[in-house]
């Protein structure tokens, strides 16, 4: 077996910085277990697996099939792969078409190139929204997270993600969670999270963090999906449809998110392809 793979750094336009993720490009579908099996060897937060299923050839190619794995289990919705993903098809593949179409655990979702307005050069991936509701923080991630004072509670339906506003920025970057405690925190509460946030200064709207440790995932770098949760809650807060985010991890990524009819949010991102392989196995 060889496989076609690529390493791309997600929400930056800077080697290095955003969020890494691995595409893998597939001819034909390939057992689960293999494809976890190439998460845990990659061992990134996502490895994305897409092939095509309108043409035998990439460049001509409109719809795919997209799924995402992080090292030890395989997710529904994950933004900076999606964006990664659409990276290689333009860039490196060659695909011609502007909008391209993924099939995935979350439905349908689309990536289109975008030039001008908010990006001088980025994507646009069209996600599913998630409003959150208002609910109570659960037993115990008050000390998992540090000493922390939270405006607002809820969780975003879809994600089961928690969201969490913080009433200090400064407390939300010096954030050092008890990652252990965290993980059996939410798993006993079946939640994913949190997504920790608070307002921020120009040019940003607001900035966040996001803890998955009962993922595999101690901190994502910069988490698409849970822009999902973010974009309708800010919209809401600011009264403005449209925001520039920041998410504050050691990595560091920049989002602009809008709100879509229809409950759809637009995420607009930039990426950079930093390596390129044959996987042998």
């Known amino acids: 077996m060889e496989l076609r793979l690529y390493q791309v ?25 293999l494809l976890q099996a190439i998460s845990a060897e990659m061992n990134l937060s996502e490895t994305a697996f897409v092939r095509p299923l309108d043409s ?18 395989e997710v529904r919705l994950c933004g900076h792969a999606t964006l ?14 502007e909008t391209v179409a993924f099939d995935t655990l979350s439905g349908t979702l689309m990536a289109q190139r975008v030039a001008g307005g908010v990006v001088e050069e980025g994507i646009r991936l ?6 959150p509701v208002a609910a ?17 509670s809820g969780v975003g339906p879809k994600t089961k993600m ?11 970057i010096r954030l050092q969670p008890d990652f252990v405690r ?24 607001f900035i966040s963090r996001f803890f998955a440790p009962g993922l595999g995932i101690n901190e994502d770098p910069v988490t698409g999906s849970a822009h999902t949760v973010l974009a ?50």
């Open 182 to 205: 965290l993980g059996a925190t939410m798993e006993a509460a079946g939640l994913h999270g949190p997504i920790v946030t608070a307002a921020a200064s120009p040019p940003y709207d």
């Open 136 to 152: 109570p923080v659960p037993e115990g991630v008050a000390g998992a997270l540090g000493d922390v004072e939270v405006l607002w």
């Open 56 to 73: 035998e050839n990439w460049q001509n190619a409109r719809r795919f099939s997209l799924r995402w794995f992080t090292p030890t289990v």
């Open 84 to 97: 990664a993903t659409a990276a290689v098809l333009f860039r490196e593949c060659g695909v011609l078409a």
């Open 162 to 172: 928690l969201l969490l506003h913080l009433a200090d920025s400064e407390a939300l």
């Open 126 to 131: 069209d996600f599913p929204m998630d409003k």
């Open 9 to 33: 750094d997600a929400f930056t336009r800077e080697p290095f910085k955003g969020n890494p993720a691995a595409v893998c490009l597939l001819d034909s579908a390939l057992p689960d277990a």
């Open 232 to 281: 309708p809650y800010w919209s809401g807060v600011l009264g403005k449809s449209a925001c520039t985010a920041y998410q504050a991890s050691a990595r560091g990524g920049q989002l602009w998110v809008r709100l879509l009819p229809s409950d759809r949010v637009e995420i607009i991102g930039q990426a950079v392809v930093v390596l390129e392989g044959r996987l042998r196995g």
